[in-house]
């Protein structure tokens, strides 16, 4: 079982900046790939970001120069450093982990960009 709880979603301005975290049960070694995914109001969730456990990384191209992707395996924890944030940028944004055959989610954190 692998479960996670994301922070740190807020609302910000066009321009500015925020940090997701996620925070994993248990260790993180055994998550060869973790990935924060978004889902905007009416639209369907959508891949932002992954990282694999030796720190390779992979982007959308909507986020590809504004965001980073990292994680810290001895403490259990995945983090979204956004910068530049746009009003398309606005939506709950999840993590992500495929384990034993399944799909692991956590419950979301709402991002909101705006003036």
């Known amino acids: 079982q692998v479960q996670f709880v994301e922070s740190g979603g807020d609302l910000v301005q066009p321009g500015g900046s925020l940090r997701l975290s996620c925070a994993a049960s248990?260790?993180?070694?055994?998550?060869?790939?973790m990935a924060w995914y978004r889902q905007a109001p009416g639209k369907q969730r959508e891949f932002v970001a992954a990282i694999t456990t030796g720190g390779a990384t992979n982007y959308a191209n909507s986020v590809k120069d504004r965001f980073t992707i990292s994680r810290d395996n001895a403490k259990n924890m995945m983090y979204l450093q956004m910068n530049s944030l746009k009003p398309e940028d606005t939506a709950v944004y999840y993590c992500n982990a495929p384990w034993g055959g399944r799909e692991y989610w956590g419950q979301g954190t709402q991002v909101t960009v705006s003036s």
């Open positions: 248990g260790s993180i070694f055994r998550l060869e790939l």
